[in-house]
């Protein structure tokens, strides 16, 4: 019997694989069609509303159907995935300033996250790009071609690391716009009375001087959130970049 190693080798991703079967009936769907119902059931109830069964059901269709064009949930959500990142804006023209084009692929992203909160429950993989995924790394290594000294690995560690922390940022908006519960209220109190007691001064500081809205915190929805969310998303990643793009003193 093949071990578990065989198996995973002998995996080929929905994108090396035809639309559909040379055998069989003429197709009554397309993956196009797939994906939209997908996507249109994780908008509505997160990731965990996906499957071939509740996809088939949207369509009208049985799950057996739907065999012909994937072969599993997987490729569902491979196929969600691109569809949605094929939303983010491309044909931007590059200014030539790493950090300047990064930032603004970076702010591009986040809403196409906050739109689609479910992709931020896709579990994490190495190289789980597809054709407008490539499309997007392409984007990126072209804006830190300016970046002198920078290496190939290096470049993808930097794109590795914005695409982290977007996700990080993104996370946060999104339980910053729902309504506090009362643990929550309950911890911001805490955090507050704790502070004020005198003994932790640094902490007292930080908070007096905005720390509570920050990434750690989120911001609370109301007048002027939208954009302070913004401008504080666009100051961490900044930040960010300017240390990852760096010349390296240990080089």
Known sequence: MAGNGD???????????????????APERSREQLTAAAIGLADGGGLAAVSVRQVARELGTGPASLYRYVAGRDDLVDLMVDAVTGEIDLDVELTGDPVVD???????????????????????????????GLDYLEF??????????LTGQGKLEAVAVLNALVAMLSGVELRARRSPTGRQAAQSAYLGTVAGRGGHPLLARALAGGAAGGPA???????????????????????????LLAPDPLA
């Open 102 to 132: 990064l930032v603004a692929l970076a702010a591009r992203t986040q809403e196409v996250q906050l739109r689609h909160p479910w992709l931020l429950e896709v579990a994490p993989e190495a190289m789980r790009v597809g054709p407008r």
């Open 140 to 149: 990126a290594l072209r804006a830190l071609e300016p970046v002198p000294g």
């Open 7 to 25: 198996q995973e080798a002998e995996a080929v991703l929905v994108w090396e694989r035809p639309e559909r079967g040379a055998r069989g009936p």
């Open 217 to 243: 915190g989120g911001s609370q929805p109301g007048a002027g959130a939208s954009i302070e969310a913004g401008a504080r998303f666009e100051r961490v990643v900044r930040r960010v970049l300017a240390g």
